[in-house]
């Protein structure tokens, strides 16, 4: 519900806030239940502005110190968010966003894993968690480019969000010799060794990233003298 009505109230002026242009809006999915937006992450308004740009809802991993304090605990869950923590594994979040999927829902999730404040995301080497779940869920990915003056979303200030060409999970089983199996799944311990499966991962996740940045150096004009 607080989704339907922050996107009639809201989605408008926020847009205008930040000076957002769209590029290549056919290209989110329209007949297809659930997917994976993968999205460079410079701002703490990135998860805002794309909210605004998409027709449908998304959740996100939000970082678990977040839901630590009173107040911003329940607004960062009115967004949408669940915790992710950081610095171990969490398999927990893990099963959640592919919980999510599976329930019909959209899953934003950050190449990066944490915010790069003004740096170009091409010189950022992107981990492999979207690739991780995208073959857990069997899920497809709709690469989002974020373009900002200096590397970071501000307000007032021009603010492009590009669309990529979506990915269906077809295209991840081409990197694979043999058909991803159903024991490729997390154990109820939580301790499975996804060591053998990490070229899939790499070879997915620079898929999905050089998507995006091929989109970062075709449409920014807003860092190129």
């Known amino acids: 519900m607080f989704s339907r009505v922050q996107k009639s109230f809201l989605a408008g002026f926020l847009r205008k806030l930040f000076r ?7 290209n ?40 630590k304090v009173p107040v911003l605990k329940s607004i960062v869950k009115l967004f949408g968010a669940y915790p992710v923590s950081r610095d171990s594994a969490d398999v927990s979040s ?11 829902e959209i899953v934003g999730m950050y190449p990066q894993g944490h915010r790069a404040k003004r740096i170009n995301p091409s010189k950022i080497v ?22 900002s003056k200096g590397y970071k979303v501000k307000m007032f200030h021009k603010t492009l969000v590009v669309f990529g060409n979506y990915i269906p999970f077809e295209k991840f089983e081409e990197f694979k010799d043999s058909e991803i199996k159903d ?18 991962y790499k070879k997915i996740t620079e898929k999905i990233y050089g998507e995006m940045m091929s989109n970062y150096s075709k449409y920014d004009t807003l860092n190129k003298s």
């Not at 957002?20 to 056919?26: D, G, L, Q, Y």
């Not at 899920?139 to 989002?144: F, K």
């Open 20 to 26: 957002v242009k769209i590029i290549n809006p056919e």
């Open 28 to 67: 989110e999915p329209e007949d297809i239940t659930s997917y994976i937006a993968c999205i460079n992450h410079s701002s703490n308004w990135d998860p805002i502005v794309i909210g605004a740009c998409m027709h449908r809802p998304l959740r996100y991993m939000a970082k678990a110190e977040l839901f």
């Open 94 to 104: 893990i099963r959640t966003a592919i919980n999510i999927l599976e329930k019909g």
């Open 126 to 147: 992107p981990k492999n968690g979207v690739a991780m779940i995208a073959v857990k869920a069997k899920s497809g990915v709709l690469p989002v480019t974020v373009i």
């Open 183 to 200: 024991t490729d799944k997390i154990d109820k311990t939580g301790k499975k060794d996804i060591a053998g499966n990490m070229n899939l």
